[in-house]
T-cell receptor, first 114, second 112 residues
């Protein structure tokens, strides 16, 4: 069975500061890992995904994530937060690249302070 | 805009009623997925259709059913509604089962 744990339901950072959103996963098979972002009243948008090609994955809007098998982690980072980054972020795991049976974490709400 | 269209955007209905949520996938996408987002359960996979055939089921209640039509649009039918069914229902589509999926903006269902 697969599961995802996102540490911290709320994270608050200042504009220009480092953003770090934590995600740990559990999977009995080699996982595909995803980060999605949900802006208010919007659907989910894929930020980036890990598909076993490279452990450091770069996504849209300056975000990146590093797959660490030994730590079963896939933390999301951005060097400098922007006000427009305020949203809810979801980590997800699956056994393929599609959306079949994606298992999501509970989400982390990111607030950016001016 | 993901290209996935869900209607209606909002729906308010009473307990015991039945509703139908509609999803139009991106042009050419054969796979359609339904997800439920609720405060209690978070985001949960409900069901996956590929080119008209059911491919996988998740935590979908027996009161819920779905289908994908020949024109590839999909409908999620929710019956005997309960207060706990209030949630945001997302549809996603992808070209095939193992390619990137794109999510619609969701239908917010409120059961009163």
């Amino acid at each position: 069975a697969q599961s995802v744990t996102q540490l911290g339901s709320h994270v608050s950072v200042s504009e220009g500061a480092l953003v770090l959103l934590r995600c740990n996963y559990s999977s009995s098979v080699p996982p595909y890992l995803f980060w999605y972002v949900q802006y208010p009243n919007q659907g989910l948008q894929l930020l980036l995904k890990y598909t076993s090609a490279a452990t450091l994955v770069k996504g849209i809007n300056g975000f990146e994530a590093e797959f660490k098998k030994s730590e079963t982690s896939f933390h999301l980072t951005k060097p400098s937060a922007h006000m427009s980054d305020a949203a809810e972020y979801f980590c997800a795991v699956s056994y393929n690249q599609g959306a079949q049976k994606l298992v999501f974490g509970q989400g982390t709400r990111l607030t950016i302070n001016p | 805009d993901s290209g996935v269209t869900q209607t209606p955007k909002h729906l308010i209905t009473a307990t015991g009623q039945r509703v139908t949520l509609r999803c139009s996938p991106r042009s050419g996408d054969l796979s359609v997925y339904w997800y439920q987002q609720s405060l209690d359960q978070g985001l949960q996979f409900l069901i996956h259709y590929y080119n008209g055939e059911e491919r996988a089921k998740g935590n979908i209640l027996e009161r819920f059913s779905a289908q994908q039509f020949p024109d590839l649009h999909s409908e999620l039918n929710l019956s005997s509604l309960e207060l706990g069914d209030s949630a945001l229902y997302f549809c996603a589509s992808s070209a095939r089962s193992n390619t990137e999926a794109f999510f619609g903006q969701g239908t917010r269902l409120t059961v009163v």
